[in-house]
């Protein structure tokens, strides 16, 4: 059983024929070859697979493709601007915040729509945060530090806080 | 694919949905936030035959507090419960901040998490203690099913097959009134290894008038702390009193062991969350809730 879908993606839209048991992640890995979403657990425990869906992160492995139409979808591939990277990546590439990286795609999209809600984290609520993400490598302590690099990046000059919490 | 091939319907209207539910033999599922359902799905330990999409009708994504009730339509996600809560009611935002993590409460919703029943979950026994309300539409109409009747057995209620429950509705803590939340899990957003949520109001003369207390994962359902509301109704809450009902309440409990815990472990954490909730609560009274 299918369903015609349109669903926008990284700001291009798309209309394709989906099967109804599809997961959006296999639809933007398998049908557009946006494969920078990763699959880990494939039931919503490991993170791998977040993307923003109008704007807000979910797990990809647990939304069927045919629920996205009509809604507009980031992945990875549509963070950084053509000429550079996106802020958060850069503080990941800064920090070392990822070892084999397999983790990293979603933790930057929770990343990116955390950081706009709560721009200046204490440590404490990014661990709070991270606890939605797996990463194998357990490269945690760095990854805690990229985005606390973000976080300092992204806030505007009078927006920074004199000292962070710890 | 993961999920097992299933015949897919996303009505546009609630007698729709109740009537593609009804017509399906008693093996469709309603498919909501699905973060519940999915999961069970893909490791198929759940292989409806259909699904019925609720995402496109119209009306249930309402939060509405009148008359010291708050219902919440079968589509209002965790988060935005969660955002509601974080202005308006620091016990609705202490329960809610618990469940999960940020992208699963962004598609979860409050019914959902209700209706699946799961007993380690916050939001069943936060029912229980708030004397909620499952709104159920059937063929046969509608129907309120109260969260004392409500929980069953793990995973199941006493919603029928071709039901979709529409709302559920909390008594909000009356005025004055104090609250208290605790839980102990592996790491935050885990489901509770057990978990305890009270609230207590007091008369004038500083005696309970009204206590209730709720644990999770500790049993097959979410439980009443009878034995601790009894024990404080219409008298002094002492630290002993508590401390002994808290007991008393734990005692009367039968938690599963698995692999993260043993029966006696969750029901020795019972009684210390059961006094830690209602001492939360005793010194909350009177303050915002």
Known sequence: MTRTIRVTVNGQEHERAAEVRQTLADFLREDLELTGTHLGCEHGVCGACTVLLDGEPIRACLMLAVQADGRSVTTIEGVAPADGLHPVQEAFWAKHGLQCGYCTPGIIMSTCAFLREQPAPSREEIREMLAGHLCRCTGYHFIVEAIEAAAKALAPPTARPTHQKE | MKPAPFDYAAPASLDEAVSALA??????????????????????????????????????????EASGMLEIGALVRQRALERWAATRSPLFAEVLRHIAHPPIRNRGTVVGNVVHGDPASELPALLLCLEGVVVARGPRGERMIAADRFYRAPLTTALAADELATAVRFTLPPAGAG????????????????????????????????????????????????????????????????????????????????????AAYRRQVAATLAERTLAAALARCGGPR
């Open chain 2, 23 to 64: 017509t399906a033999g008693g093996d469709a599922k309603v498919l909501a936030g699905g973060q519940s359902l999915i999961p069970m799905m893909a490791l198929r330990l759940a292989r409806p035959t259909r699904l019925v999409d609720i995402n496109r009708l119209p009306g249930l994504d309402g939060i509405r």
């Open chain 2, 179 to 262: 609250w208290g939340f605790a839980e102990v899990s592996r790491r935050h957003g885990d489901f509770a290894l057990v978990g305890a949520v009270a609230v207590i109001a007091l008369a004038a003369d500083g005696t309970v008038a009204r206590a209730r207390l709720a644990f999770f994962g500790a049993g097959g359902t979410p439980m009443r702390g009878l034995a601790l509301e009894q024990a404080l109704a219409g008298r002094a809450a002492t630290r002993a009193l508590v401390a002994e009902g808290a007991r008393a309440a734990a005692a009367a409990l039968s938690p599963d062991a698995d692999i993260h815990a043993t």
